[in-house]
């Protein structure tokens, strides 16, 4: 099966600084993976040779069996949808529905297809009832996940979100795990869905979607393993500059069974051993 996603010993420099050193990866099609890292590590310069916006200097990026050298964004588009760091001020129709339906009427979407797919980014995040807003009456958390419809309406094989919960609140933070989850869970054309690859610095959401992880290291790939494995490992995170979430630090503490670390896992596991104990 072809990857959805495939970086062979990529470099990049902005001059003379080397930002990405022979990086080498694999997404397979509805792989969930967090791409993480302290500041300045070269996650948001990954996300720019994905997208086509930047060329590899060594190397070679692949979205399916596309080599980006040969395609440019608006065409990468068809397979990879994006949102940038600061994507909330990216915004720029008149309602957030003509925003969203930007990208698959660039792609050359029939009418009534546009009309879908835009029906089912909004309401995958809930935001049905904003559709004929203007983006920029709405609060900047909501802008944010305007943008993200945007990239869900291009319905494409591969999704690059560039820290899609910065300023979000809890409950939004779900709304996006939620809409993310059925996105890389969903039988699509080519029978699997999306695959997600998802910088943030909140692992906590990290945990609650993701299961695998990658972590650049000054441009270096320094970790590629599942994330629970790595949140399990207190020493490395800290060498690394990550913040252990506290649901896996209770699990380490208490040395629950398997480790969980969702939440819902883990009082699915305190409740039996709670009930176990009472039970004898
Ligand atoms: N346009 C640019 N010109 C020169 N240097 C740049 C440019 N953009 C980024 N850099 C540098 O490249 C390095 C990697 O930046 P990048 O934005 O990829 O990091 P990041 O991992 O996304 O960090 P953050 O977590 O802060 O978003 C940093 O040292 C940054 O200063
Ligand atoms: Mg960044």
Same mark, same amino acid.
């Given at each position: 099966?072809?990857?959805?996603?495939?970086?062979?010993?990529?470099?990049?420099?902005?001059?003379?600084?080397?930002?990405?050193?022979?990086?080498?990866?694999? !997404?397979?099609?509805?792989?969930?993976?967090?791409?993480?890292?302290?500041? +300045?590590?070269?996650?948001?310069? !990954?996300?720019?040779?994905?997208? +086509?916006?930047?060329?590899?200097?060594?190397?070679?990026?692949?979205?399916? %069996?596309?080599?980006?050298?040969?395609?440019?964004?608006?065409?990468?588009?068809?397979?990879?949808?994006?949102?940038?760091?600061?994507?909330?001020?990216?915004?720029? @129709?008149?309602?957030?529905?003509?925003?969203?339906?930007?990208?698959?009427? @660039?792609?050359?979407?029939?009418?009534?297809?546009?009309?879908?797919?835009?029906?089912?980014?909004?309401?995958?995040?809930?935001?049905?009832?904003?559709?004929?807003?203007?983006?920029?009456?709405?609060?900047?958390?909501?802008?944010?996940? #305007? @943008?993200?419809?945007?990239?869900?309406?291009?319905?494409?094989?591969?999704?690059?979100?560039?820290?899609?919960?910065?300023?979000? %609140?809890?409950?939004?933070?779900?709304? *996006?795990?939620? =809409?993310?989850?059925?996105?890389?869970?969903?039988?699509?054309?080519?029978?699997?869905?999306?695959?997600?690859?998802?910088?943030?610095?909140?692992?906590?959401?990290?945990?609650?979607?993701?299961?695998?992880?990658? *972590?650049?290291?000054?441009?270096?790939?320094?970790?590629?393993?599942?994330?629970?494995?790595?949140?399990?490992?207190?020493?490395?995170?800290?060498?690394?500059? !990550?913040?252990?979430?506290? *649901?896996?630090?209770?699990?380490?503490? !208490?040395?629950?069974?398997?480790?969980?670390?969702?939440? =819902?896992? @883990?009082?699915?596991?305190? #409740?039996?051993?709670?009930? +176990?104990?009472?039970?004898?």
């Amino acid at each position: 099966m072809t990857a959805a996603l495939r970086l062979d010993g990529v470099s990049f420099s902005y001059g003379v600084v080397q930002v990405l050193a022979d990086v080498s990866l694999v !997404l397979a099609p509805g792989e969930r993976v967090a791409l993480l890292g302290r500041n +300045g590590a070269g996650k948001s310069t !990954l996300v720019r040779l994905v997208t +086509g916006l930047a060329r590899p200097a060594a190397g070679t990026v692949w979205v399916g %069996d596309w080599d980006t050298r040969d395609h440019s964004p608006d065409v990468l588009a068809r397979r990879v949808g994006s949102v940038f760091q600061h994507a909330d001020q990216q915004l720029f @129709a008149r309602t957030l529905e003509d925003d969203v339906a930007f990208g698959p009427r @660039a792609l050359g979407f029939e009418r009534s297809d546009v009309a879908g797919r835009v029906a089912r980014a909004l309401d995958a995040l809930e935001l049905g009832a904003q559709a004929r807003e203007h983006p920029y009456d709405l609060p900047p958390a909501l802008r944010k996940l #305007a @943008a993200l419809a945007g990239a869900l309406a291009l319905e494409p094989a591969l999704l690059v979100l560039d820290e899609p919960t910065a300023g979000l %609140d809890r409950a939004l933070r779900a709304r *996006v795990t939620r =809409a993310l989850l059925e996105r890389a869970g969903r039988a699509g054309a080519g029978g699997g869905g999306a695959a997600l690859l998802v910088i943030t610095h909140d692992l906590t959401f990290a945990a609650e979607l993701l299961d695998r992880a990658l *972590v650049l290291d000054r441009g270096r790939l320094a970790c590629d393993e599942s994330l629970a494995g790595l949140l399990g490992a207190a020493a490395r995170l800290e060498t690394l500059g !990550l913040l252990r979430p506290p *649901v896996a630090e209770l699990s380490t503490a !208490l040395d629950l069974p398997g480790r969980p670390i969702r939440a =819902a896992d @883990a009082a699915r596991v305190l #409740a039996r051993v709670a009930g +176990g104990r009472a039970d004898p």
